[in-house]
């Protein structure tokens, strides 16, 4: 059994996103890809466009509270958000 309760809704247009914070209640801790796709399916819009920022579980509970960023379009979210850094090849 899954639900999905909204705790908040911010629109910042400086970044043009979406910052949203929203309980959901799981069996198991949520992954980031599937917390992505109830997010997009919620707020309709694409699974690129989306930044999970956190998840965090609530003691003795199964219920997750996410914080989320949602962009525009991808190329907002390229712009702003930062990239991980890639692993420096070693020499052989």
Not at 22 to 40: G, N, Q, R, W, Y
């Amino acid at each position: 059994m899954e639900f999905l309760k909204i705790i908040s809704e911010k629109h910042n247009p400086l970044f043009s996103r979406k910052e949203i914070l929203v309980e959901i209640k799981k069996e198991a801790s949520p992954k980031t890809s599937e917390a992505e796709a109830l997010l997009s399916e919620k707020f309709s819009s694409s699974v690129d466009s989306i930044k999970i920022t956190r998840i965090l579980p609530k003691f003795g509970s199964n219920i997750f509270t996410i914080y989320a960023k949602i962009y525009k379009s991808k190329e907002d979210k390229d712009k702003i958000e930062r990239k991980p850094k890639e692993k420096a090849a070693k020499p052989k």
